[in-house]
Structure formats: C-alpha cells, structure tokens
C-alpha cells in the first residue's frame, strides 16, 4: 500500500495533505485510532485471563482414593472470598470463579465496543474527508478529463471504492493490530506453560501466513478486473436511465437489455471467479486451523497421561490456540480487503492525480474584481490533440477547430456568430469560458493546443482567473441543464440573492414567466432530472432567464432560441434589445431572424471567418450570408403564400 501517493484537500481547512499509503491517509484522525488500539489491547490483556483461571480451577480438582474428586482452590479464590466474607464452601468458591470469568469477559465486550466505535468515528471522519475532497477535485478538473471519462465510473469510484475503503479503514486496520498483539502476547504465554506443545501450537501458523500472503498477491489483478467489470456495467445502467426516452423513442429497448445483460454477465463472470478463490482460501484456511487444534488436542492429551502436563494447562493451551490460529487465519480476510482497498485507493488516485485545470496558470497578480465586457481576439487558432513534434510519438490525431479568428468587440456591443455544425462557433465561446487552453499551457500529449491572444478589457484571458471570468459571463449552452429543483432554484443558481422583482423581470423577458404561472406550483414546480419535465423551448426560456438574472457585462446564447417559435423568439429578441448597449452579447443561431440586429456578424467556415459585417453589409457582398437570407425568406415566403403556420416556428436549418 506504501506505493500510493494521493493528495487530500480538506474542503472545511482548506488544507492538502499529501498521502503515500494508509498511515498518511489516517492524517488528522489518529487519536481516535490510538484509543481504538488501547481499547483492544486492554480487552485482550482480560480476555487472556480466562484461559489462566480456567487453568487454575481444572487443576484444583484432585482425585481421591475412594473415587471423585476433591475440589482445593487456588490462593487467589481463597484470597477473594476471603475478602468478600464469603463461607468458604466448594460451591461459593466455584461461583466465585464463575462470576469473574463473566465479569472479566463482560468488561472485556465493553472495551471491544469502544475499540469499534473509536475504529468506526476515525474512518468515517477520514472517508468524510475523502469523499469531500474528491468531489471539490472533479469540479476542479479540466473539460477534457470528463470528454475522455465515463461518468458511471466516475460514481463508481466515488461511491464504492470509497466505501471499500471505509470497511478496510472501519474494521481491518485495527484487526490487523489485534493479530499481531495476540500472536505476540499469546507465544510467551505459551512456551512459558509448555516448550513442546507451545511449538506443537504454533506449528502450521507459518504456512498459514505463506498461504495468505501468496493468496493476496493473486487477487490484486482479480480485484482490479472486478472493480473496472462493476464501473462498466454502472455506465450502462446511467446511460439507460439518462436516455430512457431516447431507447423508447427508437425501439432500443432489447437492443439495450441486451448490453446490460453482457455486461452483467462480464461483472458475474468475474466475480464469480473471485468468489471462487475466496471459496478455496477459506476452505483450506479451516482445514489448517482445524488441523492445528486437532494436533493440540492429540499431543495435549497424550502428554497429559503421560503427567509432562496438567489437565488444566492442556484445557489452557487449546483456549490461547484459538486465539491464535484464528486471528491468523482472519488475516486472510484482512488481506482480502486490503486487496480490494488498494485496488481501489489505485482507481482513486488516477482521479485525484489528475491536475486541476487551475494547476498550469501563470494569473497576474493584481487582476481586476469586474470587466466592462470588451472582446479582443487575435489570430487565434485551436484544435483538439498536439501536433507530433520530435521527442514525442506520431499518430496524434489533430482536429485543428478554429484557424487565424481575430475580431473587435466594444463593451455594450452585440456580436452574431453563424455557420454550419462544427464549424468552430461554440469552441469560440469554450475558449472564452476558459473551459480550454488556448495558450498552450496544458501539458497532456493528447490534449488542447492553440495560440493567439483573447483580451477581456486589455486583459489576457489566460492570466484572469477562471472563477472571475466565468463569473463575468452568463451563458446558456446548446443543450441547457437544468436541476432535478424547482423552477425558483433552477433561475437563481447565477444569483441566489436576486429579489421577487428581478426575478420575474427576468422570466418576462425569456418570455417564460407566464408558462411558469400556469403551473400548479407555479415557481415552485419541481423540476425532473435534468428538466425532462419541461418542453425543449421551456427549459431553453429557463436558461435564458437564468443567464439574464445574473446580469453579468458579458451574455453568451448559443443557438438558444432554437426550440422556440418565431412569437416567442420575438419577443425574447425584443427584450434583449432593450438591453442594449448594457450587455456585451455574444448569439449563437441558425435563423437569421435573431442576428439582423447584431453590431458585428461573423460567418465561419471551417474554423475560419470568411465574412464580416452588419446585416445591410454582408447582404450587399452578395456572399454566403446574402444566399442563406434568401433561402429562409423564400421558406416563410411560400408558408404565407400556402396560408400555412410553421408548427415548429423555426424553418429547417439551412447551412451557410
């Protein structure tokens, strides 16, 4: 376990702690783990008083002549009922050591309880921690981890590698010592009773630990195996719940319980061969346990008729070998779990290694508290993967998305950006997010590359932090997400200490607020996950209105009135006119109905602009731009010729 390294980051101290195996891990929480340790060794300095007062009271038991047995205490019973006044009769006495075995054995269960409850409040703290600190890191971590990650594995290794972790750390760390602690208190005992049978009990304990040690070190890949089988099969199932309408909407329904069963099978299969070792681990643990008190009974037996020892210390020997033997042999156990521990601390490390996408930043060191809302782009370029260079290996796939982009945008201003899927407008506003590099600092061999300048008021954007960029812009995506909360807790996630009165000037101008009304529950309506409760236009008015509740310099809408009909769309673009002037605007949109109004409009083509302009402009150049105007004016041309209303508002999308 020692070859592990993660880095904790205490989310209520603000404080890393760098882990290297398990004892580093425990950081903050040994005090607890001492007194859990203390616990146990004092329940097992009393537990091992048992075997001696059963030895003492076995060997006062002396035959007589006329047959039976005569009963002569040990000094201490004597000295015990002595003190208690009790009539020293064989009875009392008897009782008398009845009653401290219970009594010693019951105050022994309650140091027990102590170990685990002490054992159980330093782990839970610890995976507390763990837990916290794995959350903050993946909402730290760059974009391009979740493009390349599963997100069922993700909260496989959130949720059961870190509870494989609690058990080990709850139950096992402390068995681990218990193990040890009776194995070296047990073997003076002992030999100091009997040389020969000491070595008769302690005889198969070294092919015990050979066994379970080997056992161990064949179940790490097993583990490994088991644990990636779970976290694929996880996928599958938060893929299916995420897209049961989609595998309804396409009669995929077999298809997909077809994959789940494959991968259910792949997840048994392995298991099962799991359990199937485990199986033969613990059958023939038992045999060797077994076994080991077998050989105590014989040569205890035969040596006891032979007088080399007493009855008492024969009964004795066979109690302290099974605190021995099977405390060993739950090593296996403990070695299995600190199997499946590391396994898993290994998977959590891949997470927790992986660099913030704050870890590369060189931010100057005065940067402003607020922007005006002025975009400066030079000569910008960006694709996804480094090109090879030498020193590094070929066949890096490059999939070179925006190529020499520079355009002006005065604070106040509108700006449209238009041009087919992929052509490199929603990677523009990605780079103004900060969700890539566009600087070339990231180091992975697979990842962003670009170079170019973005200025926010004269501000390089790559040395403004990404908290107060990101908080310098609202944006609704492509695809708007929303909470599986009310409609009120959805609107105020940019600004949750908006008033009544900002909020429904908000949800007026998305052209929402009367939707909303409608319902029973009005803002108070619980949303579905990811709003699959609302239509596709009104969770696009949601996310409009969210953004517009923040009111930050810098408003981004890509391709977000593509769900709405040409009414709403009206007055959604008349809302935001009369903001004009107060807002750097940034439209992503097919229909060109909602960018005539725009200061600057931008045609891309294959990541590159091939036209500039207003609308009066760019419609005199005859180009691109002037041939879609016409299309979609020819489109709703005919509709009114036909006397026909387009359901959907929007026209079919035409590509420049």
């Known amino acids: 376990m020692g070859s592990l390294e993660l880095t904790i980051r205490d989310v209520n101290t603000k404080q890393e702690i760098k882990h290297a195996g398990l004892y580093e891990l425990t950081a903050g929480f040994r005090s607890p783990y001492a007194a859990s340790i203390a616990a146990m060794t004092i329940g097992i300095g009393l537990l091992f008083c048992v075997p001696m007062i059963t030895k003492d009271i076995i060997d006062g038991f002396v035959p007589i002549e006329t047959g039976g047995y005569t009963f002569q205490a040990p000094d201490w019973i004597e000295s015990i009922t002595t003190a208690l006044g009790l009539a020293e009769t064989t009875f009392r006495k008897l009782a008398t050591a009845g009653s401290l075995v219970i009594g010693i054995t019951a105050c022994a269960g309650i140091f027990q309880y102590l170990k685990g409850r002490w054992a159980a409040q330093a ?7 763990l837990r916290n600190s794995l959350h903050a890191h993946l909402a730290a971590l760059p974009t391009r981890f979740f493009d390349k990650s599963e997100t069922g594995d993700l909260v496989q290794r959130c949720t059961s590698d870190v509870e494989t972790v609690r058990v080990f750390l709850a139950s096992q760390v402390v068995e681990i010592g218990r193990s040890i602690l009776l194995v070296a208190c047990v073997t003076p005992v002992l030999f100091s009773m009997s040389t020969q049978l000491a070595w008769v009990t302690l005889s198969l304990l070294p092919l015990l630990v050979f066994y379970s040690t080997f056992f161990f070190s064949k179940l790490i890949f097993i583990f490994t195996e088991v644990d990636e089988a779970e976290g694929r099969l996880t996928t599958v199932l938060q893929e299916n719940l995420t897209g049961i309408r989609v595998v309804r909407s396409f009669g995929r329904r077999e298809f997909e319980e077809q994959k789940f069963g494959v991968a259910n099978d792949e997840h048994r299969d392995k298991t099962y061969r799991l359990m199937r070792l485990l199986a033969g681990f613990w059958s023939f643990s038992d045999v060797i346990c077994m076994s080991q008190g077998a050989l105590v009974l014989f040569f205890g037996c035969w040596w006891t008729l032979s007088g080399d ?4 210390t024969m009964v004795a020997f066979t109690m302290y070998s099974a605190y021995v033997i099977w405390p060993v042999r739950q090593m296996g156990r403990t070695l299995v779990e600190a199997g499946k521990a590391r396994v898993s601390l290994g998977r959590l490390r891949e997470v927790l290694s992986t660099p913030r996408e704050d870890a590369s930043d060189k931010l100057m060191s005065d940067p402003p508290r607020a922007l005006m809302g002025s975009i400066s782009v030079q000569n910008l370029n960006f694709s996804y993967g480094r090109p090879p260079r030498e020193g590094r290996a070929k066949g890096v796939a490059v999939h070179q998305v925006l190529t020499d982009v520079s355009f002006q945008l005065e604070a106040g201003q509108t700006l449209a950006l238009l041009g087919p899927p992929g052509s490199g407008k929603s990677t523009l506003i990605q780079l103004l997010l900060r969700l890539y590099n566009y600087d070339g600092s990231a180091e992975e061999e697979d ?11 004269g501000h390089e954007l790559s040395e403004l932090p990404r908290e107060l960029v990101r908080e310098q812009i609202g944006v609704v995506l492509q695809n708007p997400f929303l909470y599986a909360r009310t409609i009120e807790q959805n609107l105020r996630v940019g600004y949750p200490t908006s008033g009544a009165d900002e909020l429904r000037a908000a949800t007026e101008a998305a052209a929402i607020h009367d939707s909303i009304e409608g319902f029973e529950l009005g803002y108070e309506t619980m949303l579905g996950e990811r709003g699959v409760t609302l239509s596709g236009g009104q969770k696009q008015r949601v996310a409009i209105a969210r953004a517009l509740l923040k009111t930050a310099p810098i408003l981004v809408l890509d391709d977000a009135l593509s769900a709405v009909d ?10 935001l006119s009369e903001r004009r002037g107060k807002q750097t605007t940034i439209l992503i949109a097919h229909r060109l109905s909602c960018v005539t109004h725009a200061d ?3 045609v891309f083509d294959d990541g590159r602009i091939v036209e500039r302009g207003s609308h009066a402009e760019l419609l005199s150049h005859k180009g691109a731009y002037a041939r879609l105007w016409a299309i979609q004016n020819a489109y709703h041309d005919d509709l009114a010729a036909l006397d026909v209303t387009d359901p959907s508002g929007p026209p079919t999308e035409v590509q420049a």
Not at 447 to 457: A, M, N, P
Request: charged share 25%; glycine share 12%; aromatic share 0%.
């Open 309 to 312: 020892i007493t009855l008492g």
């Open 600 to 602: 600057l409009i931008l």
């Open 566 to 575: 040409s009414e709403t769309e009206r007055l959604i673009l008349g809302a």
């Open 447 to 457: 990842t962003e590359h670009g170079s170019g300048s973005i200025q926010l008021d």
């Open 123 to 129: 782990s839970e703290a610890i995976v507390r921690r």
